[in-house]
Protein backbone atom coordinates (compact mmCIF):
# COMPACT_ATOMS: atom_id res chain seq x y z
CA UNK A 1 0.00 0.00 0.00
CA UNK A 2 2.92 2.56 -0.29
CA UNK A 3 3.52 3.18 3.65
CA UNK A 4 0.74 4.16 6.50
CA UNK A 5 0.62 7.19 4.98
CA UNK A 6 -1.34 5.62 2.04
CA UNK A 7 -2.60 3.24 4.43
CA UNK A 8 -4.42 5.74 6.10
CA UNK A 9 -5.38 7.36 3.04
CA UNK A 10 -7.37 4.61 1.45
CA UNK A 11 -8.98 3.92 5.10
CA UNK A 12 -10.65 7.15 4.48
CA UNK A 13 -10.87 7.18 0.40
CA UNK A 14 -11.90 3.57 -0.22
CA UNK A 15 -12.34 1.09 3.13
CA UNK A 16 -13.59 -1.74 1.45
CA UNK A 17 -10.73 -1.63 -0.86
CA UNK A 18 -8.39 -1.54 2.22
CA UNK A 19 -9.84 -4.60 3.86
CA UNK A 20 -9.31 -6.65 1.23
CA UNK A 21 -5.56 -5.43 0.97
CA UNK A 22 -5.10 -6.34 4.43
CA UNK A 23 -7.03 -9.90 3.93
CA UNK A 24 -4.74 -10.52 0.93
CA UNK A 25 -1.62 -9.73 3.23
CA UNK A 26 -2.65 -12.20 5.42
CA UNK A 27 -2.98 -14.73 2.55
CA UNK A 28 0.22 -14.19 1.70
CA UNK A 29 1.71 -14.86 5.05
CA UNK A 30 0.24 -18.80 4.87
CA UNK A 31 3.29 -20.04 3.23
CA UNK A 32 5.17 -18.62 5.65
CA UNK A 33 3.35 -20.29 8.78
CA UNK A 34 3.49 -23.49 6.81
CA UNK A 35 7.15 -23.40 6.61
CA UNK A 36 7.46 -22.00 10.08
CA UNK A 37 5.55 -25.09 11.48
CA UNK A 38 7.88 -27.78 9.29
CA UNK A 39 10.62 -26.61 12.42
CA UNK A 40 7.40 -28.13 14.68
CA UNK A 41 7.66 -24.83 17.08
CA UNK A 42 5.36 -24.90 20.17
CA UNK A 43 3.88 -21.17 19.15
CA UNK A 44 4.11 -18.36 16.76
CA UNK A 45 3.80 -14.61 17.13
CA UNK A 46 1.43 -12.81 15.27
CA UNK A 47 1.81 -9.04 15.02
CA UNK A 48 -0.27 -5.93 14.78
CA UNK A 49 0.85 -2.46 14.46
CA UNK A 50 -1.11 0.82 14.13
CA UNK A 51 -4.06 -0.55 14.02
CA UNK A 52 -5.51 0.15 17.33
CA UNK A 53 -8.35 1.69 18.83
CA UNK A 54 -6.57 4.93 18.55
CA UNK A 55 -6.31 4.71 14.96
CA UNK A 56 -9.33 3.34 14.00
CA UNK A 57 -12.79 2.82 15.10
CA UNK A 58 -13.62 -0.87 16.68
CA UNK A 59 -16.23 -1.19 14.38
CA UNK A 60 -13.93 -0.90 11.06
CA UNK A 61 -11.25 -2.60 12.79
CA UNK A 62 -13.86 -5.41 13.28
CA UNK A 63 -14.97 -5.81 9.59
CA UNK A 64 -11.69 -4.84 7.92
CA UNK A 65 -9.03 -6.25 9.67
CA UNK A 66 -9.93 -8.98 12.36
CA UNK A 67 -10.59 -11.24 8.93
CA UNK A 68 -7.06 -11.24 8.15
CA UNK A 69 -5.71 -11.94 11.42
CA UNK A 70 -8.60 -15.01 12.42
CA UNK A 71 -7.13 -16.65 8.86
CA UNK A 72 -4.18 -16.46 9.91
CA UNK A 73 -4.72 -18.03 13.80
CA UNK A 74 -6.61 -20.51 12.03
CA UNK A 75 -3.81 -21.54 9.83
CA UNK A 76 -1.47 -21.60 12.89
CA UNK A 77 -3.60 -23.57 14.85
CA UNK A 78 -3.98 -26.44 11.89
CA UNK A 79 -0.33 -26.99 12.46
CA UNK A 80 -0.74 -27.38 15.90
CA UNK A 81 1.22 -23.86 17.26
CA UNK A 82 0.21 -22.17 19.71
CA UNK A 83 -0.70 -18.05 18.75
CA UNK A 84 0.75 -15.05 20.75
CA UNK A 85 -0.47 -11.67 19.02
CA UNK A 86 1.91 -8.59 19.85
CA UNK A 87 -0.69 -5.46 19.68
CA UNK A 88 0.25 -2.19 19.52
CA UNK A 89 -2.52 0.29 20.05
CA UNK A 90 -5.37 0.96 22.39
CA UNK A 91 -7.06 -2.86 22.78
CA UNK A 92 -9.33 -2.41 25.38
CA UNK A 93 -12.38 -2.59 22.86
CA UNK A 94 -11.56 -5.24 21.34
CA UNK A 95 -10.23 -7.59 23.97
CA UNK A 96 -13.60 -9.86 22.96
CA UNK A 97 -12.67 -10.36 19.20
CA UNK A 98 -9.41 -11.58 20.24
CA UNK A 99 -10.96 -14.06 22.41
CA UNK A 100 -13.01 -14.21 19.27
CA UNK A 101 -9.97 -15.06 17.31
CA UNK A 102 -8.72 -17.63 19.13
CA UNK A 103 -5.26 -16.38 20.20
CA UNK A 104 -3.35 -18.13 23.14
CA UNK A 105 -1.48 -15.20 24.48
CA UNK A 106 -2.04 -11.07 23.88
CA UNK A 107 1.15 -9.08 24.34
CA UNK A 108 0.98 -5.57 24.44
CA UNK A 109 3.65 -2.66 24.58
CA UNK A 110 3.07 0.44 26.82
CA UNK A 111 0.88 3.04 25.96
CA UNK A 112 2.06 5.92 24.00
CA UNK A 113 -0.58 7.83 23.18
CA UNK A 114 -4.15 8.58 25.18
CA UNK A 115 -5.54 5.11 25.56
CA UNK A 116 -4.33 2.56 28.15
CA UNK A 117 -2.38 -1.12 27.96
CA UNK A 118 -2.54 -1.46 32.00
CA UNK A 119 -2.63 -5.26 32.38
CA UNK A 120 -4.69 -4.89 35.55
CA UNK A 121 -7.44 -3.22 33.35
CA UNK A 122 -7.05 -5.70 30.73
CA UNK A 123 -7.09 -9.15 33.34
CA UNK A 124 -10.71 -7.16 34.23
CA UNK A 125 -12.03 -8.14 31.29
CA UNK A 126 -10.28 -11.31 29.89
CA UNK A 127 -10.34 -13.11 32.79
CA UNK A 128 -8.05 -15.97 32.97
CA UNK A 129 -9.07 -17.32 29.13
CA UNK A 130 -5.93 -16.40 27.57
CA UNK A 131 -2.28 -15.49 28.68
CA UNK A 132 -1.10 -11.83 29.02
CA UNK A 133 1.98 -10.30 28.76
CA UNK A 134 2.88 -7.18 31.00
CA UNK A 135 5.21 -4.36 29.63
CA UNK A 136 8.55 -2.72 31.25
CA UNK A 137 8.66 1.04 31.51
CA UNK A 138 10.56 2.42 28.41
CA UNK A 139 11.53 5.71 30.08
CA UNK A 140 12.24 4.20 33.35
CA UNK A 141 14.57 1.42 32.08
CA UNK A 142 16.36 4.02 29.68
CA UNK A 143 16.88 6.18 32.78
CA UNK A 144 17.68 3.27 35.32
CA UNK A 145 14.42 4.46 37.31
CA UNK A 146 14.52 1.38 39.39
CA UNK A 147 11.56 2.99 41.49
CA UNK A 148 9.74 3.41 38.71
CA UNK A 149 10.53 -0.26 37.57
CA UNK A 150 9.85 -1.43 40.77
CA UNK A 151 6.37 -0.25 40.90
CA UNK A 152 5.37 -1.16 37.33
CA UNK A 153 6.64 -4.80 38.14
CA UNK A 154 4.66 -5.10 41.28
CA UNK A 155 1.45 -3.56 40.18
CA UNK A 156 1.20 -5.68 36.98
CA UNK A 157 1.94 -9.10 38.53
CA UNK A 158 -0.34 -7.94 41.19
CA UNK A 159 -3.72 -7.10 39.14
CA UNK A 160 -2.77 -9.49 36.38
CA UNK A 161 -0.50 -12.36 37.19
CA UNK A 162 -2.31 -13.91 40.21
CA UNK A 163 -5.53 -15.00 37.91
CA UNK A 164 -4.71 -16.67 34.72
CA UNK A 165 -1.35 -17.54 32.83
CA UNK A 166 0.88 -13.96 32.97
CA UNK A 167 4.42 -13.41 31.55
CA UNK A 168 6.15 -10.11 31.95
CA UNK A 169 7.95 -8.95 28.74
CA UNK A 170 9.62 -5.54 27.73
CA UNK A 171 8.58 -2.29 25.69
CA UNK A 172 11.19 -2.14 22.95
CA UNK A 173 15.03 -2.47 24.56
CA UNK A 174 17.55 0.16 22.70
CA UNK A 175 21.04 1.14 23.19
CA UNK A 176 19.94 3.94 25.54
CA UNK A 177 19.52 0.77 28.28
CA UNK A 178 21.97 -0.30 30.29
CA UNK A 179 22.30 -4.52 30.21
CA UNK A 180 22.69 -3.83 34.38
CA UNK A 181 19.09 -2.02 34.26
CA UNK A 182 17.67 -5.21 32.56
CA UNK A 183 19.25 -7.60 35.32
CA UNK A 184 17.43 -5.17 37.81
CA UNK A 185 14.28 -5.52 35.93
CA UNK A 186 14.71 -9.33 36.04
CA UNK A 187 15.29 -9.61 39.73
CA UNK A 188 12.49 -7.40 40.30
CA UNK A 189 10.42 -9.87 38.59
CA UNK A 190 11.67 -12.94 40.81
CA UNK A 191 11.77 -10.81 43.90
CA UNK A 192 7.67 -9.96 43.39
CA UNK A 193 7.00 -13.49 42.59
CA UNK A 194 8.84 -16.60 42.06
CA UNK A 195 7.03 -18.35 39.18
CA UNK A 196 7.48 -15.66 36.60
CA UNK A 197 10.76 -16.33 35.27
CA UNK A 198 9.99 -15.57 32.00
CA UNK A 199 10.70 -12.11 30.26
CA UNK A 200 11.06 -11.46 26.09
CA UNK A 201 12.93 -8.75 25.03
CA UNK A 202 12.03 -6.88 21.77
CA UNK A 203 15.59 -5.94 20.55
CA UNK A 204 15.48 -2.22 18.87
CA UNK A 205 17.56 -0.48 17.41
CA UNK A 206 21.61 -0.25 18.31
CA UNK A 207 20.58 -2.80 20.88
CA UNK A 208 23.32 -5.23 19.78
CA UNK A 209 24.55 -8.75 20.86
CA UNK A 210 27.72 -7.24 22.21
CA UNK A 211 24.92 -5.76 24.93
CA UNK A 212 22.70 -9.29 25.53
CA UNK A 213 25.52 -11.13 26.36
CA UNK A 214 26.24 -8.70 29.51
CA UNK A 215 23.07 -9.72 30.82
CA UNK A 216 23.32 -12.51 33.54
CA UNK A 217 19.83 -13.66 33.23
CA UNK A 218 17.22 -13.59 30.30
CA UNK A 219 15.15 -15.44 29.27
CA UNK A 220 13.71 -16.50 25.54
CA UNK A 221 10.50 -17.69 23.89
Not at 86 to 92: A, D, V
Not at 111 to 120: F, K, T
Request: aromatic content about 12%; charged content about 25%; some cysteine.
Amino acid sequence: MGGFEDAFKLIHTNPDLFGLVVKELAIRKIPYIESAAEFNPDGILLTAFLEGTDLVSPGFWREQIKPGHKLMVKESKKHGMKTLLWFLGGCLPLLEDFIDLGIDALVVEQSRCAYSSDPGEIREIIGDRICLFGWSPEMAMINNNRREITRTVEHQIKSAGLDGSFAMGTTFLTGETDPETVNFYCDEIVRSNRQFLLVCFYLYRKYSLSNLVNISRYYWI
